[in-house]
């Protein structure tokens, strides 16, 4: 028995293993400290020196620049393209994901491919695709002058391009979501008696809410900062087809830089306020379950 005991002591103490949790500590700070320093150097620095250079000559300078009949007039342009083209990319959405996650039909890989054709083609071919299709020249222009009807170079024209850039943001967010949450739920409402549109708004747009919203604040947030394909098919008319970004772009242009700079912050303001929003609806939606 004493032999025994002297062989255990004799044998040398090994430490514990360090718990998983220990291991990922370390990378789990390196992880954050990497992200909080990408965030701070291509974010949080560009959003203050933006806000800097607009308030560089002072709050007076940065009303004024602000309250110019133009800025006025492409900030009211920018909210109404928004305004209009974000509901029906919307409907779209819903209505694309819908068909794409519950059917299984003839050419929906067509339709898949359809709807992320915007991720692949520059904005600025979209806008040059229009204006062969409905300029002046365009093959379907000449019929549409003889009725009075202007879609390039004027609202039309913008909301067609903010529309065809903003087209998969709700779709590409919906259809993952649709597709793993499954079936039964809506098969389940169906063998209650529940008709299709009150098996959509009770069943299934409750479980898509929050994907519905973040798809919105994409789309939302792409119309109101497109540049390309809107400066293709806006035409730079002054106080009437420019947006806010095209504004930005032709007072840097004039060498007026704390004025572009001022009307840039505006569209930050725009976002900011957009993810406000997005919180604040968030919190009344998980305060009502």
Do not use: C
């Amino acid at each position: 028995m004493s032999a025994i005991v002297a062989a255990r002591r004799a044998q040398p103490l090994t430490p514990p293993a360090p718990s998983a949790s220990e291991d990922s500590r370390p990378v789990r700070l390196a992880l954050t400290g990497a992200a909080l320093v990408f965030l701070g150097l291509f974010l949080f620095v560009p959003l203050l020196a933006v806000f800097a250079e607009a308030l560089s000559k002072g709050g007076e300078a940065w009303v004024a620049a602000v309250s110019e009949p133009e800025a006025r007039a492409a900030l009211w342009l920018t909210l109404k393209v928004a305004a209009l083209s974000v509901p029906l990319v919307t409907v779209f959405g819903v209505a694309a994901a819908w068909l794409i996650a519950r059917f299984d039909f003839r050419g929906r890989r067509l339709l898949l491919a359809l709807i992320d054709l915007p991720f692949a083609v520059s904005p600025v071919i979209a806008g040059l695709v229009f204006v062969l299709l409905f300029g002046r020249q365009g093959l379907f222009g000449p019929a549409l002058a003889e009725h009075g009807v202007k879609v390039i170079f004027a609202v039309p024209g913008i909301v067609l391009a903010t529309l065809f850039v903003t087209l998969p943001f709700v779709a590409r967010e919906l259809i993952p979501l649709l597709e793993s949450e499954g079936r039964d739920e809506e098969e389940a409402a169906r063998t209650l008696g529940a008709s299709g549109l009150q098996m959509f708004w009770r069943v299934t747009l409750p479980n898509i809410r929050f994907g519905l919203l973040y798809g919105v604040i994409l789309a939302n947030a792409r119309a109101m900062g497109e540049f390309g394909a809107v400066s293709v098919v806006s035409g730079h008319i002054r106080g009437l087809t420019n947006t806010l970004p095209l504004h930005v772009e032709i007072l840097y242009n004039e060498y007026r830089f704390q004025a572009a700079f001022a009307v840039a912050s505006l569209l930050a303001f725009l976002a900011i306020g957009t993810l406000v929003a997005k919180a604040l609806l968030e919190r009344r939606i998980g305060g009502s379950r």
